[in-house]
Structure formats: C-alpha cells, structure tokens
C-alpha cells in the first residue's frame, strides 16, 4: 500500500507542476518562477521504451523477477521526488518571505546536486545574501562569485533550463563589476545571448524580458568614456536606445502586471530620460506605493521617492 501511495503522490505532483507550466507561472515573491521538476517523470516515460525493448528480449520467468523490481524501483524514485520536491517547495516558501540566510543554508546542503532547480535558486540565494545590507566587502565577493559558480553549474546539467539562463546572465554580470570595463563590456555579449535563450524557452517570464530591458538601458545611457573604452577595443560594440528598453519593461508589465517593484521604477526612469514627465510620476508612484518587502524592494521604495522629489511630484 505505501509504494502505491507514494506513486499516487507522485502522479499527483507532476499534474500539480504541468498545471503550472500550462497557466504559465506561480507567484512566489518578486520573481516568477516555472519549477522543472516534472521532467523526471516525462524522462521516466521516455525510458518506459527502452525497458519494453529490453524486456522482449528476456525469458518469460524473468519477466516477473524484472517487473517486482520495477515497481520497487519506481516506487523508490517517486519517493526520492517527493522528498525533492519537498525541499524546492520549502526553499520557494522560504524566498517568498525574505528569509535569505535561512534559504541560503537550506540550498548549500545541495550545493553538489545534478539538479538545476536546486542550482540556480542556489545561485539566488547566494547572490541575495551578497547583496544583504553591511555585509562585509570581501564576503559579497565571495558570494558574487559562489552565485556564479552555482548558475554555471545549473547551465551545465540542464541547458534548456530557462531560469538557469537567466541566472547564468545576471551573475556573470555581477562578476562584471569586480573585473574592469573591459571584461564587463565583453560579458555584454553573452549576458544579452543567454538572456534571449530565456525568453525564447519561457516567453512568460517576465523577469528575463525585464532584464533584457535593463541591458537596453544601461547601454543607452553608457558614459562617454566607457564608450570609447568599447569602440577601441570592439569592432561594433553593444548599443542600445531607451526606446528599445522602454519597451521591453511595457512588454514585461503586460506579460505579468505589477509583478517587480524594479520593473515600475524603470518605466518611471526611461520616461524620464524621454522627457515626458506625466508617465515618469505615474510608474514612479506605482514604484514607491509597492509593499517593500526584500531589500531590493526597499531600495526602490527610497529611489522612487527621491526621484519623486526632484521631479515635484
């Protein structure tokens, strides 16, 4: 009776997390997210296959030796699914509150798992931690780096694994920060790449277009010198327009309304750096009057009410 309860479970979980991938997302916290999970069970089907090959070739009284064991085997697998799946659901509950340290210490005891769920929201925690308030200049380096170590690794195991692209994307750019213009300027390429290979494997995802809208921003408004620094060490360096981030953060907020407080500032900003001001206090508004709940958010919070300040409104 147990291992028939176990596959019910099992069954049950894959019909949960198909649910998800046919609405499209679930919400847990400032970032959307589609869990991966259900591959399992879509790889033990494609294997059933090979198996029914494999069992016309053997003795009839082997059969029955093979499939008692099949069904332990399978049972044992479901089980081993639902304790994953139990870990991934308390590390998104985890997120969803803002409990980086905790959720941080829960995903380093995977730290050597072949799963790219664990990896890559590994890579976020790692990354979060980093970007906690006072925290020391060198750990920040160290989890910069950890972050992007964990987001490599996910890519590795699993490249059609969209959020491994994009935390693959936003690590290497923070890395970026610690390694000069240059090499920032060169990782622009391959950030813009693997942020693209996002969308195209989730076109729901609307932190990826987000951030493809922010990679439009910062070189729309890339100093003068960096610039130079780009056109003599790159035949045809990156460019970009605020038009062209504009609308990738419209395209973001229609995929998933109110979905990012950052998202609300951009809009306010690129409006700004397009001279019109109605829109600008508008998204603006949107982006201080949003509940402030992880750091980042906070950080919004008082960036909008001092750009808020400066504009009068």
């Known amino acids: 009776m147990a291992s028939v309860a176990a596959v019910r479970a099992g069954f049950r979980a894959a019909g949960r997390e198909l649910k998800s991938r046919v609405s499209g997302q679930q919400q847990l916290g400032p970032f959307r997210r589609i869990s991966t999970r259900v591959i399992y069970f879509v790889c033990f089907g494609s294997n059933q296959a090979r198996k029914t090959a494999f069992l016309a070739a053997i003795p009839a009284l082997s059969y029955l030796g093979y499939e ?33 340290e905790k959720l941080y210490q829960l995903l380093l005891q995977y730290k050597d798992s072949d799963d790219a769920e664990f990896l890559w929201r590994l890579a976020r925690a790692s990354r979060d931690l980093a970007l906690v308030p006072n925290v020391a200049a060198d750990q920040k380096k160290q989890l910069t780096y950890e972050a992007f170590d964990y987001a490599k690794k996910a890519l590795e195991k699993n490249e059609a694994c969209f959020a491994a692209h994009k935390w693959y994307a936003i690590c290497l750019s923070d890395v970026g920060d610690y390694e000069g213009v240059k090499v920032k300027i060169g990782n622009s390429y391959i950030i813009k790449d ?7 494997l989730n076109p729901k995802d609307a932190t990826s277009i987000h951030i493809l809208g922010y990679w439009c921003f910062a070189f729309a408004e890339l100093p003068w010198y960096q610039r130079k620094v780009a056109a003599v060490i790159f035949a045809s ?13 419209l395209k973001a907020e229609d995929v998933d309304p109110n979905f990012y407080s950052k998202n609300l500032l951009m809009l306010g900003k690129t409006y700004m750096m397009l001279k019109d001001q109605d829109k600008a206090l508008l998204w603006l508004h949107k982006a201080r009057d949003y509940p402030a709940i992880t750091e980042e958010d906070k950080q919004v919070h008082k960036e909008a009410l001092d750009l808020l300040k400066k504009l009068g409104g």
């Open 68 to 100: 008692a064991h099949k069904k332990v085997s399978f049972a044992t697998t479901v089980y081993a699914l639902d304790k994953a799946d139990e870990v991934i659901e308390r590390a998104d509950y985890l997120y969803s509150c803002g409990e980086t």
């Open 194 to 200: 693997h942020l693209e290979r996002a969308i195209e």
């Open 237 to 249: 360096p990156p460019t970009a327009t605020y038009e062209e981030a504009l609308a990738y953060f």
